[in-house]
């Protein structure tokens, strides 16, 4: 591995470079804590609700195919707390076996495990202590969620070495992020069928365009230390590969909606989405880290605008039928 000069780690009070700044971790939380929930990323939520959208998403949808007019607010509260303490469970294996390739590189030189914040033997009892708690969250569920859930694990084992060995690795955080999209649907159903498989389908692309967008921040410090990925595959055709990616996620978003029944309000809310991923591909700067962090964000509304079209439609129908 090519070493450059090593970076100075960011100072244990500050926010790191993706944080927001004045985040409640850094105003409020215990300072014996701090290192911990950053290494899970609470700091920097974004991850978590990426993560989290597509299984509400698939839920509301099964839910919707069903003919309910709202959601189940139990599993809405379950799969909050399962996305956020899995999304840390994952940051912080990540952070475990990228240890050392993480201080080679100036945004995550102060990460907790490689500025020496949190040694690598509590970094995996906490890794543990997550688990352990989505596990409890897991079983709340039917037989077949757990199981699905369960074979999640394998590609969340395999996830930070792809990195190391293809330009592609976005591809398989895709596969391993958008899982709940599955899931989800599960849930209500205890069983898979097409819409659920079609929306995976459309947010593993999502992902592999707005992650993507999140790697141009890394690219010269990844070029430097040997990790490969789609930025760097990409180089300036970035936006022409996006729009190839967010085109295929709108079209099998859009076909998942329509499987399950979707009507006005959700495609409604499709469109308002695309408008968004339009103005991110539109207006990247991929040379620009900041702009590339802030479009990278800017997922969040579309995460929100489906799940709000949905719920839409089905209290809708529960309108329509009470008249």
Same mark, same amino acid.
């Given at each position: ?175 391993? %992020? #958008?899982?709940?999209? *599955? =899931? +989800? /649907? !599960?849930?209500?159903? &205890?069983?898979? $069928?097409?819409?659920? @498989? ?97 479009? %990278? #964000?800017?997922?969040? *509304? =579309? +995460? /929100? !605008?489906?799940?709000? &079209?949905?719920? $839409?439609?089905?209290? @809708? ?7």
């Amino acid at each position: 591995m090519m070493a450059g000069p090593k970076p100075t780690p960011t100072p244990a009070g500050d926010a790191l470079p993706d944080a927001p700044r004045g985040n409640w971790v850094d105003r409020a939380a215990p300072a014996s804590w701090k290192p911990y929930l950053k290494l899970a990323r609470f700091d920097r939520p974004i991850g978590a609700w990426l993560l989290l959208f597509p299984c509400w998403w698939s839920q509301v949808l099964a839910e919707h195919a069903l003919g309910r007019t709202y959601p189940n607010v139990w599993y809405l509260a379950l799969f909050y707390i399962g996305a956020f303490v899995m999304r840390g469970a994952g940051c912080t294996y990540n952070d475990i076996v990228d240890r050392d390739y993480d201080a080679s590189v100036a945004r995550t030189a102060g990460r907790p495990i490689p500025s020496g914040q949190v040694t690598l033997r509590h970094a995996q009892l906490f890794l543990i202590l997550l688990c352990l708690i989505g596990l409890a969250v897991l079983v709340q569920f039917n037989f077949f969620t757990v199981v699905l859930g369960a074979a999640s694990l394998l590609l969340i084992a395999v996830y930070p070495f792809t990195k190391r060995f293809t330009y592609w690795p976005q591809v398989m955080l895709g596969l391993t %992020f #958008k899982w709940g999209a *599955l =899931v +989800g /649907w !599960a849930v209500i159903n &205890g069983s898979l $069928a097409l819409a659920p @498989l079609v929306l995976y389908a459309g947010s593993v692309l999502w992902t592999i365009g707005y992650d993507t967008i999140y790697a141009h921040q890394d690219k010269e410090d990844d070029l430097m230390v040997g990790l490969k990925s789609t930025a760097l595959r990409f180089g300036d055709q970035t936006q022409r590969w996006l729009v190839g990616f967010y085109g295929g996620a709108l079209v099998l978003w859009g076909y998942a909606g329509l499987l399950a029944g979707a009507q006005t309000g959700y495609f409604l809310a499709l469109a308002l989405a695309a408008a968004q991923l339009a103005w991110q591909v539109t207006s990247l700067d991929t040379s620009d880290p900041a702009n590339c962090l802030a479009r %990278f #964000k800017s997922n969040q *509304l =579309v +995460g /929100w !605008a489906l799940f709000l &079209g949905v719920v $839409a439609d089905m209290a @809708l129908k529960g309108l329509a039928g009470a008249f």
